[in-house]
């Protein structure tokens, strides 16, 4: 029969005591186990930071010294780990390799689902014909996009920016700038918006109610003519 881990842990439990220090090496064994188990999982855990070092912050999990790269200690760049010295961090097992006695936390996957689940929450409580003040953040080949606040980016596709044909974004727009903009749809998260829906078209011409309009057809707006003219006599 194939020796299991528990076979394993107790072999070395009975060798340890006899020099009298199995207790922590056993331990430290479980702990590694447990971290093995953690990566596979993905569980979240929390560890507090005991120390600073090159490259990152360390922290204690069940007596094992586990590091924590700057890398992966936030969604922003860091450039003093010193403020994260005592605190707490939700964390989940990267790497855990007892035979090179590494093991690697990360905090940063935990920070981006809690910013995904944020930005869902907003778009939720954004509606179509919603209009917004916003700021061109960015321009692109196919359109601009535009920071609306609160965190929020939606796109104005180049056709919607201007009734007329545009080449380029960048030849209406520019970052920084300030426009009003329509929420015209939202899909899979993304917002859509549109400029021109808030602007008048000027080559649209308006019918008053009671006007009479000739099409251009030569045939039919004949017709409609000898058809005006019979009712005025």
């Given at each position: 029969m194939e020796e299991t881990m528990k076979d394993y842990e107790k072999m070395l439990e009975e060798s340890y005591s006899l020099m009298g220090d199995g207790v922590h090496d056993t331990d430290e064994l479980l702990a590694w186990r447990k971290a093995s188990e953690l990566k596979e999982s993905q569980e979240n855990i929390t560890v507090t930071v005991t120390g600073i070092v090159k490259g990152g912050v360390v922290a204690d999990f069940e007596g094992?010294?586990?590091?924590?790269?700057?890398?992966?200690?936030s969604l922003e760049r860091i450039d003093d780990c010193n403020p994260f010295l005592g605190k707490e961090l939700?964390?989940?097992?990267?790497e855990a390799d007892i035979d090179?006695?590494?093991?690697?936390?990360?905090?940063?996957?935990?920070?981006?689902?809690?910013?995904?689940?944020?930005r869902k929450k907003k778009v939720s409580d954004i509606?179509?014909?919603?209009?917004?003040?916003?700021?061109?953040?960015?321009?692109?080949?196919?359109?601009?996009?535009?920071?609306?606040?609160?965190?929020?980016n939606g796109l104005v596709h180049i056709?919607?920016?201007s009734h007329?044909?545009?080449?380029?974004?960048?030849t209406v727009l520019k970052p920084g700038q300030e426009v009003d903009v329509k929420v015209i749809d939202i899909k899979d998260g993304k917002i859509s918006l549109s400029i021109k829906a808030l602007l008048e078209n000027p080559e649209e011409e308006t019918v008053e109610e009671g006007d009479f309009v000739i099409p251009e057809s030569e045939e039919i707006g004949t017709s409609l003519k000898d058809l005006l003219k019979g009712l005025s006599l």
């Amino acid at each position: 029969m194939e020796e299991t881990m528990k076979d394993y842990e107790k072999m070395l439990e009975e060798s340890y005591s006899l020099m009298g220090d199995g207790v922590h090496d056993t331990d430290e064994l479980l702990a590694w186990r447990k971290a093995s188990e953690l990566k596979e999982s993905q569980e979240n855990i929390t560890v507090t930071v005991t120390g600073i070092v090159k490259g990152g912050v360390v922290a204690d999990f069940e007596g094992i010294r586990a590091f924590i790269p700057v890398s992966k200690l936030s969604l922003e760049r860091i450039d003093d780990c010193n403020p994260f010295l005592g605190k707490e961090l939700e964390v989940r097992v990267f790497e855990a390799d007892i035979d090179e006695d590494k093991l690697i936390l990360s905090a940063k996957e935990i920070l981006k689902e809690k910013q995904e689940s944020a930005r869902k929450k907003k778009v939720s409580d954004i509606s179509i014909g919603q209009v917004f003040k916003g700021v061109v953040s960015s321009i692109k080949d196919y359109g601009a996009f535009i920071d609306i606040g609160d965190g929020m980016n939606g796109l104005v596709h180049i056709s919607q920016i201007s009734h007329k044909r545009i080449k380029h974004p960048g030849t209406v727009l520019k970052p920084g700038q300030e426009v009003d903009v329509k929420v015209i749809d939202i899909k899979d998260g993304k917002i859509s918006l549109s400029i021109k829906a808030l602007l008048e078209n000027p080559e649209e011409e308006t019918v008053e109610e009671g006007d009479f309009v000739i099409p251009e057809s030569e045939e039919i707006g004949t017709s409609l003519k000898d058809l005006l003219k019979g009712l005025s006599l």
